[in-house]
Structure formats: C-alpha cells, structure tokens
C-alpha cells in the first residue's frame, strides 16, 4: 500500500528531507556486563511507552525490572464543547490558521519556538489539497452537520528522553502510519520539546477515512463482541 507523506519544513520554511524510519525495539535486554561498561546509570530509564528496557543490575542485588511512567492521553474533539479542530491544528504546529465555522483566526505562533517538527501524512488517494493543514481541518469540519459532531481524535504521547532528537519524528512517522494512515485516516502531527525534559507529540486524527474519489466516508460504528447466547459481552468494568 503506497501513502503520500507532505514534505515538512523547518521554520525558516525549507523543505526537509524524508528522514529514515527506524523502528524501536520494543524491549531491549541489558545484561550486567553491559551495564558495568556502559557511561549511563542502570536507573536512566525511558520515559515512554514506546520502549521499555529491563535491567539486570549485578548479582549482589536481586533482579530489577525498571520500568517508564508512560502518558499517552486520547481525546475527542467537541463541537458541543465548543472545541475546534482548526485550533487544534493550529496549537499543535505553532501556526495561524483561519476557521471557515466561526470565522475567526486561531494564532497560536507563539508556539512555533517549541514545536521541533510538524508533517502531515495522508493515504494515497486522498488529494494533494490536503497537504494544507488549514484546508484539511476546515474540510473535516464542514462534513460535520450537527451542533454536538465529533470533529478529530487527539493524541498527546511522551516521547523517550534518551533519544536524539533527530528520531523523534521518524518514531512518530512510523507509528502513525501504521496504526492509522494504512486504515484511510488523515494524520496531522507536531513534535514539541520545550528543553525541560518532557519531549512529548500532538497527533490529530480525522474521524472519517476518505474513498478513492476523495470523498468523506460516514463514521465507523462500534461492534460489541457476543457470547453464545447473542448478548453483549461486557467489559472487566461491568459496562
């Protein structure tokens, strides 16, 4: 399945070249030898969900798995809470961007100083067009009718410390399209990093995947999961 990925840019607005995805382990092994050559202390642990590393510190002291404090937070965006995917969009790339809704202009460029990479990515047979991130977020607006409309999912994921920052979006590149580009969603992300630790990603998602003409298709349903006497099969949580 082939994908069109926007070329970003930088602030100075020159194009940036695509960077080499490179995936993460998902766990990675260090043994005690390691650890006595290594320049970093065994306690240095990821602060992501995307990697977890177990250490094994010497045999004076049992076996400790170090783990990280993730925070992967999802949303929704609510007309009905009169929230804007326009100004989210806008926030997340430290961008102006003008809302066709309420018509008014979202500013968020004091943002742009924090904001380390922005790209939008999109399944192949959705339109160039939508390479333009006001003209994507006021068209997934438009198609929404009514007063209460979901208008985007948003996604605010932190990202692990040790990593050069180089390979924040490559991380954040792949994950996205995997998860959510190869199912015909429309991907709008922004890497921030402030420089007090806390390197963290806004991805937005569009609610509706597009057809190959281009156009919106109607929101996915939920389907509950039946036992064998056709009811529904409640969560852990009762409901």
């Known amino acids: 399945m082939r994908f069109l990925r926007c070329a970003p840019k930088s602030i100075s607005g020159n194009c940036i070249p695509p960077a080499p995805v490179n995936r993460l382990p998902h766990c990675t092994l260090v043994m005690p030898e390691q650890l006595a050559s290594a320049s970093c202390s065994p306690r240095q642990a990821p602060n992501s969900l995307m990697e977890v590393r177990l250490y094994f510190l010497p045999l004076r002291r049992k076996k400790v798995m170090s783990l990280s404090c993730p925070h992967f937070k999802i949303s929704i965006r609510k007309r009905s809470e009169r929230q804007s995917a326009v100004a989210g969009a806008a926030y997340q790339s430290g961008e102006s961007l003008f809302s066709e809704y309420d018509l008014k202009t979202k500013n968020y460029r004091y943002k742009a100083q924090e904001v380390l990479h922005k790209e939008i990515l999109l399944p192949a047979h959705v339109p160039?067009?939508?390479?333009?991130?006001?003209?994507?977020?006021?068209?997934?607006?438009?198609?929404?009718?009514?007063?209460?409309?979901?208008?985007?999912?948003?996604?605010?994921?932190?990202?692990?410390?040790?990593?050069?920052?180089?390979?924040?979006?490559?991380?954040?590149r792949d994950y996205c399209m995997e998860q959510f580009v190869s199912k015909g969603m429309c991907v709008d992300f922004a890497v921030h990093d402030k420089g007090d630790g806390n390197p963290h990603a806004h991805v937005m998602l569009t609610m509706r995947a597009m057809d190959e003409q281009g156009k919106w298709l109607p929101k996915s349903r939920k389907v509950y999961d039946l036992d064998e006497n056709g009811e529904r099969i409640k969560l852990p949580s009762g409901r």
Do not use: H, S
């Open 128 to 172: 160039p067009a939508y390479c333009d991130r006001q003209t994507l977020w006021n068209a997934a607006e438009r198609i929404e009718k009514q007063w209460n409309a979901q208008l985007a999912r948003g996604i605010i994921m932190a990202l692990p410390r040790e990593l050069p920052k180089e390979q924040y979006a490559p991380l954040v």
